[in-house]
């Protein structure tokens, strides 16, 4: 038994970790899937239907012709950079998952693979270094559409950051702190219920950070920079097989992170509607373990919602120009979400001033 | 142990990055070596407790300064460098020898002459370096610093906008 | 907690005002371009500065928990720079108008150039001063490119760019060792702290590497080949603003350097011999080498290097010539935004104008008595007759190397002034004894007119010269007194 404890020890964030990445493929396969059949409703089509029951094993289809296609480098392609820009894309999007806290478990503790000081800070950069994996696809692979739509996404996604990096500030001025389980504590009052989500006390900063999030995955509307019409395919024009097959597992994980990052930072996270009213039925009746799975199940719908938001949006909304793209990022997010820092601020040192936090 | 083994690795990887940024023909490899190099100074920071500025280290050089390089090179289109040309590895031994020689000697007369710092305890290096701590620093007894780098940013910038654009001509 | 801020703001009101006025012009000039308003309003900023500060030279201050000196010596500092300020933007509206380069973005980097300056003059640790420093250099660098379809302007402002950047490094790496060595930041608390680490090689190191960061932005030899360049490519009334303002700061900052982290009997230290040797250098070299410049704004360039010596003279006798070195940086002050304004007014066009050499300017002074006589009255100042100001502050920086010891020094000052008379009086020479037809471009051809706004910058010029020149008095009094006074002593070097 002794033995068995110390082997589960040895394992066991390794386990989590496995799973978790697996967890994160599977979810992508299902926002494929997701995506086609919502867009085939929005368009009055039917979308996949053949491959399993209701066509829900189409996208392991797809997966399994990718990976058996032939992988073509482009002849003048900058071979190692070539293979590394895709990789890098979905390293950064799955490691994202390693701090983000996916419930309170009985003792009050954060349920995150590494509860780490500045979480946020955490995210924050991953994504940014995302933008890696576009710009050298761009470049690699020495086409001009592909180095086009590189150029265009690192501009998109740096002026796009700064507005949501504002707006994440306010939500930490009003938390008070960089960790997201702090965060998503904070958010939890019992006498207010979802009243004291961030959506609700920072609207201005909810809309902002979406905004910018959806901008962060380079989905329509933002998806300059690999507008069809324009640039083929853009930055992975010149990619086939699973290495095209990586851009596009990376795409739906982000688009996932996303969901996951806007619903900690502004849908109270993993926090159940009101659960101040019922949390302590469950602990008093040594139901805690259920809570926490409770809590993971309603941070899953809420990230599944968003994502259902975005596929929406992408459907529904035509994509900018790249001139009303870069003043809707640097003449309106930015100074909006910027006065918004201020305005949050004022509001706290006014409640901090009356003793009504 | 394992911080130890933690430095020594990301001590490697930093100068690993270093030199091949400059043996890089390159200017796009360059950049990523240099990125190399950034991470694994981000790396040695949180070894040393200072989650903060690792990952600030993170988002700032890695996620915007090299983003922006790498963004010039490439819309510059630049030509390779010339080839280096054939190595003499005779010398690169005797300057790695050299060098080698030379850091002994230093840190025999950094410690004979005791002008080696003196290590942290780690609780108070964590403290020092915390995003709290920083904050009230900034916001406090460097306030004014702060007020004048937010007016020395703007007229950068300012100053940028008038080199380039065309109406300043 | 936060109680202290407001009352430090009001201490240090005059860099708050003119940082923030030229964020407003930025403001002001996106909203409404080129204004003519813009000129007005840095102009005023400026002038109520100066009214605040000259009312509070005579207490004693520090803000912001010490990492800011307000009051006194640091007033004291400021008039001079935001003098220097006053002057340069005066005379840069007509000139800059002339040569189609008057944008509002010019006078909001001056304003922030100065509140950069007044920075770096009035700090109190060390990072106030880097962040100073570089408020102040990065707005120049801007500056000093400002006529961009001017090719040696382009170069002036790379070198100068290049160059500063290189010297920010060893100061910043100066900065780095000092605080390795004493754990502290501010300087007042620096040499205790030295003593109780006892880390004085590190300690020599730093002082070093900040030394050289400065005798750059002071343009001392051998730090000085980029200043030749730089004036020569500037738009003249801001080469004029940079050679004196910045100066002023840059050596202000020294001397808080050196007054306060440096009597460092105790452990060993003494930087004296250091500064003696590069004045003495600096001297020599500048004066020399202005010897063979036929373009005046390049001869401007080398004489303000060869100033710098003679400063550097009064910071090697201590303590005694500091109060002398103060006085000097007034005068200097005036003389070369005057001389440098003379010639942003004679370069009246953007061609031939463009590059004024002594002979394309022979015989100006009787065409033009007003700047041949500006003229004149500058260069006696600048090679120091009396009574002028430039006498006076060569004799008090010179007076106080002898009590120091340092006869040596105040004689090879003597000898390089002396060189210094041939070519300031040359200029003279070709104002008013040669005749127009030698010169190449004759200066018949000529028909401007002096603004009037440059008139009256001008005169004021000359009048304070005279003024400084006849009551020397008042001012060596003023700024003695920061380094006498028992409380003053405390607080400040």
């Avoid at chain 3, 190397?401 to 200029?427: F, H, K, M, N, Q």
């Amino acid at each position: 038994m002794a033995t068995l404890q110390a082997i589960w020890e040895f394992i066991d964030l390794p386990l989590v970790i496995f799973g978790m990445l697996n967890g994160f493929l599977i979810t992508a396969s299902l926002l494929v899937y997701a995506e086609r059949k919502v867009s085939a409703y929005i368009q009055e089509r039917n979308g996949p239907d053949r491959v399993g029951p209701v066509g829900l094993l189409q996208p392991f289809a797809d997966v399994f012709k990718l990976i058996f296609k032939e992988d073509i480098v482009p002849t003048k392609a900058t071979g190692f950079i070539h293979s590394l820009a895709p990789t890098l894309m979905v390293i950064i999007a799955m490691s994202t998952g390693a701090v983000i806290p996916w419930a309170r478990t009985p003792s009050g503790e954060a349920l995150a693979v590494a509860d780490v000081g500045v979480s946020l800070l955490v995210v924050l950069a991953m994504t940014s270094i995302s933008v890696y994996g576009v710009t050298l696809a761009g470049w690699s692979s020495n086409s001009k559409y592909s180095l086009l739509g590189g150029l265009r996404s690192s501009a998109q996604m740096i002026s796009y950051e700064l507005a949501m990096g504002a707006a994440a500030i306010s939500v930490v001025v009003m938390a008070q702190s960089l960790n997201l389980f702090h965060i998503v504590e904070n958010q939890n009052h019992a006498e207010f219920g979802i009243l004291s989500w961030n959506i609700f006390r920072n609207p201005i900063g909810f809309i902002v950070f979406a905004v910018c999030a959806l901008a962060e995955t380079n989905r329509a509307p933002f998806d300059l920079p690999e507008a069809e019409q324009e640039l083929v395919g853009g930055y992975h024009t010149e990619y086939s097989g699973m290495k095209f097959g990586m851009f596009f597992l990376a795409e739906y994980v982000n688009l996932w992170v996303a969901g996951i990052f806007i619903s900690t930072m502004f849908l109270g996270g993993y926090l159940l509607p009101w659960e101040g009213l019922y949390s302590g039925w469950f602990l008093e009746n040594g139901l805690g373990g259920l809570f926490t799975f409770l809590q993971v199940l309603c941070f899953l719908a809420k990230v599944a919602f968003i994502a259902f938001c975005f596929i929406w949006i992408r459907w529904t909304i035509p994509r900018f120009k790249y001139n009303q793209l870069m003043n809707l990022g640097w003449k309106y997010l930015l100074p909006i979400s910027i006065a918004n820092i201020m305005l949050i601020a004022l509001i706290v040192v006014v409640f901090n001033q009356f003793g009504w936090a | 142990m394992l911080e130890t083994f933690l430095f020594f690795l990301f001590a490697i990887v930093a100068v690993v990055g270093a030199l091949g940024m400059l043996i890089a023909r390159n200017p796009v490899s360059s950049a990523l070596w240099m990125i190399m190099t950034l991470f694994s100074i981000a790396c040695l920071y949180i070894t040393l407790n200072a989650e903060f500025i690792g990952v600030i280290q993170v988002l700032v050089y890695a996620g915007a300064i090299m983003v922006l390089f790498l963004f010039v090179i490439m819309l510059l289109n630049l030509e390779s460098m010339p080839s280096l040309g054939d190595l003499d590895w005779r010398k690169v031994v005797a300057f790695a020898l050299g060098i080698a020689v030379l850091a002994q000697l230093l840190v025999v007369i950094s410690l004979k002459l005791d002008v080696m710092p003196e290590p942290v305890a780690i609780a108070e290096a964590a403290d020092a370096t915390s995003a709290t701590n920083i904050g009230i620093a900034l916001l406090t007894e460097h306030s004014f610093s702060l007020e004048i780098i937010g007016v020395l940013l703007l007229a950068a910038t300012v100053g940028a906008v008038m080199l380039a654009k065309k109406r300043f001509v | 907690m936060y109680d202290f801020l407001l009352p430090d703001m009001g201490a240090t009101a005059p860099i708050l005002l003119v940082a923030l006025i030229g964020v407003v012009l930025v403001v002001v000039d996106s909203f409404s371009n080129d204004s003519a308003s813009i000129p007005w309003l840095s102009g005023a900023v400026l002038v109520a500065a100066i009214t605040i500060e000259l009312a509070r030279v005579g207490v004693t201050d520090s803000a912001f928990m010490g990492h800011v000196m307000s009051g006194g010596f640091a007033s004291f500092v400021n008039v001079v720079i935001l003098l220097g300020a006053l002057g340069s933007v005066i005379l840069s509206v007509p000139y800059l108008s002339r040569t189609g380069h008057n944008f509002g973005e010019v006078h909001a980097l001056i304003l922030i150039a100065t509140a950069g300056m007044m920075v770096l003059a009035n700090a109190g640790s060390l990072i106030t001063l880097f962040v100073g420093l570089e408020t102040m250099s990065i707005c120049l660098y801007v500056l000093t490119g400002l006529v961009r379809d001017n090719e040696r302007a382009n170069e002036s402002a790379l070198k100068y760019f290049l160059l500063g950047a290189f010297s920010t490094g060893f100061f910043l790496y100066g900065i780095a060792l000092l605080y390795g060595a004493t754990g502290t930041m501010m300087l007042s608390d620096m040499p205790a702290a030295l003593v109780e680490t006892g880390r004085t090689g590190f300690f020599a190191g730093g002082v070093a590497l900040l030394l050289i960061g400065f005798f750059f932005k002071v343009s001392a030899v051998p730090f000085h080949m980029w200043t030749p360049d730089v004036y020569q490519g500037a738009p003249t009334t801001l080469a004029g603003f940079m050679s004196t303002a910045s100066k002023t700061a840059a050596f202000a900052a020294l001397i808080l350097v050196l007054g306060r982290i440096l009597p460092l009997d105790d452990v060993g230290l003494d930087t004296r011999h250091v500064l003696a040797i590069v004045a003495a250098i600096t001297m020599v070299v500048g004066n020399v080498l202005a010897l063979a410049q036929r373009n005046i704004k390049r001869m401007l360039a080398y004489s303000s290097i060869a100033h710098a010596g003679y400063i550097l003279t009064g910071l090697a006798a201590g303590a005694l010539g500091y109060a002398g070195a103060l006085y000097y940086l007034l005068a200097y002050t005036v003389m070369n935004i005057g001389a440098f304004g003379v010639m942003s007014v004679l370069e009246w066009d953007g061609k031939q104008g463009a590059e004024q050499t002594i002979d394309s300017l022979a015989g100006i002074g009787s065409r033009k008595p007003l700047l041949g006589v500006a003229m004149g009255v500058f260069m006696f100042a600048l090679s120091g007759f009396p009574p002028l100001a430039g006498f006076f502050g060569k004799y008090f920086v010179f007076a106080a190397a002898v009590d120091a010891g340092l006869t040596w020094l105040a004689l090879i000052g003597v000898l390089a002034s002396v060189v210094s008379a041939y070519y300031y009086l040359r200029v003279l020479v070709a104002f008013w004894m040669k005749k127009p037809e030698d010169a190449h471009v004759s200066v018949q051809s000529a028909a401007f007119d002096v603004p009037l706004f440059s008139k009256v910058v001008l005169v004021a010029c000359v009048a304070a010269l005279i003024a400084l020149g006849i009551v020397p008095g008042f001012i060596t009094e003023a700024a003695g007194a920061f380094f006498v006074t028992p409380e003053a002593t405390a607080l400040l070097p």
